[in-house]
């Protein structure tokens, strides 16, 4: 996508959800908006995830005041004042972003009803809260698989400085990781990036959204992924008590198995509501992970070994 069409896009998300027609938006909206990263525009084209944000913030912001933390360009700020919440405090540091924010929110912002703070969430402090800390925290920080974001870091340090207490709704408020074992002889043929010990999938460059080659490349083969197993849970994460396993170990019986799919569930608890990436689809921002197995394991039962860290997982061994 070249910046004349990143433009008409966004010129379109926001005639379609916040009603300001295109021929409005000033040249400084499209100098911002082409320097917007390409995963950002992704992410707003991705029609289920901006459903189910909708659907998980509308019964719980009336009223209330909101953090969103790693705003962006302000969606999630948007659609918590579109239901009813007080006032909106956004955080984000991309400076952007923050460009195309004050845009899109410029009433909000002049109303009092929002407030951007350019910072990193990870050293916010209460006394930045002006009219109370918030009784609602919505948040996309998910990531590489979940964890490449800074997710647990940030609700961290919100507890430790107070601003997150037991009272506050967190939306959504856990996370879950699982492994399928699948199979795709194409793709075995041309060759993935293998896995090596102690090597961080992050890194790996076979996780979709690192680069959108690879999720391209990926999508475009959907049809020749077979599923090899059944789906092993790595971890399950409350974003309230922040607990990680340090080592896990699964165990994988598939006699046809070229590739391990790590993939994520979240969830608002108090709703019930799930968004889940476990079906990857051409338009769909959150990819997921294809673990390429060593060629000496293939046809053979195996275990691995994850090292679980707040900021990413990591394969410890094959065996």
Known sequence: ????????????VIDQSLGLPPEELPPVFHRA?????????????????????SDVIRPKVEGKIVLDVGTGSGILSHLALKWGAKKVYSIEQNPALQAVYRHLMKIPLKNGKAELICDDAQFLRLEQF????????????????????????IFRALSSEGILTHKTDIVPDCLEV????????????????????????DAMNV?????????????????????????????KCNL?????????????KASHCSHLKLWMKIEDTKTGLIHANDHQEVDT????????????????????????YPNNIQVHRFF
Not at 2 to 12: K, M, R
Not at 292 to 298: D, G, K, Y
Request: glycine share 6%.
């Open 1 to 12: 996508m070249d910046n004349e069409e990143n433009n008409e896009f966004i010129a379109s």
């Open 33 to 53: 908006a082409q320097s917007l990263p390409r995963w950002h525009l992704l992410m707003l084209q991705d029609r289920r995830r901006m459903e189910y944000y």
């Open 130 to 153: 002006h009219e109370g800390p918030p009784d609602v925290v919505v948040h996309e920080l998910f990531g590489s698989i979940g964890m490449g974001e800074n997710l647990i870091p």
């Open 178 to 201: 699982l492994v399928r074992p699948v199979w795709s002889e194409l793709i075995a043929k041309e060759g993935v990036v293998p896995a090596f010990d102690d090597y961080p999938l």
């Open 207 to 235: 996780f979709g959204c690192q680069t959108f080659w690879e999720q391209d490349y990926l999508a475009s083969r959907a049809s020749n992924w077979q599923m090899a197993g059944d789906s092993q849970r790595l971890f």
């Open 240 to 252: 309230r008590d922040l607990n990680l396993p340090d080592l896990v170990e699964l165990s994988f």
């Open 285 to 308: 921002h959150w990819a997921n992970a294809f673990l390429s197995i060593p060629n000496w394991l293939r046809g053979k039962d195996f275990k691995v070994e994850f090292k679980i």
